[in-house]
């Protein structure tokens, strides 16, 4: 079980994303927009966070940018979540700040083998 934030300002994506997490057995909470977002992160100190990069009032390169700058906030990875149509490439995603990057529309399947894997090596490098 992992704790995760998804900061998704789509409703019925942010939905899927927490209906699949927690039908696997994580403990989820979510934002719909940047700020909350990053207060959300601030207090829950996750073990991952999905985020959209289309946000309102914090993008996501904005977020991901406060994380990696943050103290104590800074090794927990985290996940774009973005058609890559949107987010210009993979490679300017992960310059941006972001570990990683699933691509919408998100594919259930796909979706929790990626989630599984991002956990495996973010514990492996952890050292859990
Ligand atoms: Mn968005």
Request: glycine fraction near 0%.
């Given at each position: 079980m992992a704790r995760i934030v998804v900061v998704e300002d789509n409703k019925a994506s942010r939905e899927l994303m927490t209906y699949l997490l927690s039908a696997i057995g994580h403990e989820v909470t979510v934002a719909a927009d940047g700020e909350h977002g990053l207060s959300t992160i601030e207090r829950q100190h996750p073990d991952i966070v999905l985020c959209d990069?289309?946000?309102?009032?914090?993008?996501g390169r904005q977020l991901v940018q406060k994380l990696k700058q943050h103290?104590?906030?800074?090794e927990i990875p985290v996940v774009a979540v973005t058609a890559l149509a949107m987010a210009g490439d993979r490679e300017n995603i992960l310059k941006a700040g972001f570990d990683d990057y699933i691509s919408k529309p998100i594919d259930p399947e796909n979706f929790i083998i990626q989630i599984r894997d991002l956990l495996a090596k973010s514990r492996l490098t952890n050292g859990e």
């Open positions: 990069v289309q946000l309102p009032r914090l993008d103290p104590t906030l800074k």
